[in-house]
């Protein structure tokens, strides 16, 4: 696999090594030993599949709090989307700060971010499905989010959100 670092430290994007022949192609991507020696968290505790029916449907920020924090690893497996992250941690040097990564079916990247990271994504096309890892497991009572929209962030979306749920837009600014 290709590790790229994001602009968020500790943050990859991570693309995939084809192996082709006249089958197709092979890849892993899955390899804890490279994860680790990069730094990222490893663990995999669970497994996620979102599916999103429309074309502009945003989803996030989501975070999980401490000492239930997740890293994420997060791939489109359908359609696409562009994922985005935003660095919450206040002793991270891009505290605030936030990164975008286009994920689709036919790129085949995965975008990689750790504990203390916001994250959410609009998708760009219809029938865009995500697939991610999580290094723990939800916890109902330790979920949490800031507003795609905060000033304090200044995403540069590619274009406005048509779906979008209740609890999203409910998320507070960051004060």
């Known amino acids: 696999m290709i590790y790229t670092p994001s602009r968020i430290p500790g943050a990859w994007v991570i693309d995939?090594?084809?192996?082709?022949?006249?089958?197709?192609?092979f890849a892993m991507t899955w390899?804890?030993?490279e994860l680790s020696e990069r730094g990222m968290n490893?663990?995999?505790a669970q497994c996620n599949?979102?599916?999103n029916l429309k074309r502009g449907t945003l989803r996030g920020m989501h975070f999980q709090n401490a000492p239930h924090a997740?890293?994420?690893i997060v791939r489109a497996t359908r359609g696409a989307l562009l994922d985005v992250i935003v660095d919450l941690r206040e002793d991270s040097p891009a505290f605030k700060q936030w990164d975008a990564v286009e994920?689709?079916?036919?790129?085949h990247r995965m975008l990689y971010m750790p504990e203390g990271v916001a994250h959410g994504y609009l998708t760009l096309t219809d029938n865009t499905e995500a697939y991610y890892h999580?290094?723990?497991p939800w916890v109902p009572a330790a979920e949490s989010g800031v507003?795609?929209?905060?000033?304090?962030?200044?995403?540069d979306w590619p274009f406005r959100a048509e779906v979008i749920s209740d609890k999203d837009t409910s998320w507070p600014l960051m004060k």
């Open 70 to 72: 997740q890293a994420k």
């Open 147 to 155: 507003r795609w929209d905060d000033p304090a962030f200044a995403i």
């Open 42 to 44: 490893p663990a995999l």
């Open 16 to 25: 995939i090594t084809k192996i082709t022949d006249a089958r197709g192609f």
């Open 31 to 33: 390899l804890p030993r």
């Open 134 to 136: 999580a290094s723990s």
């Open 103 to 107: 994920l689709t079916a036919d790129n």
């Open 49 to 51: 599949l979102s599916f």
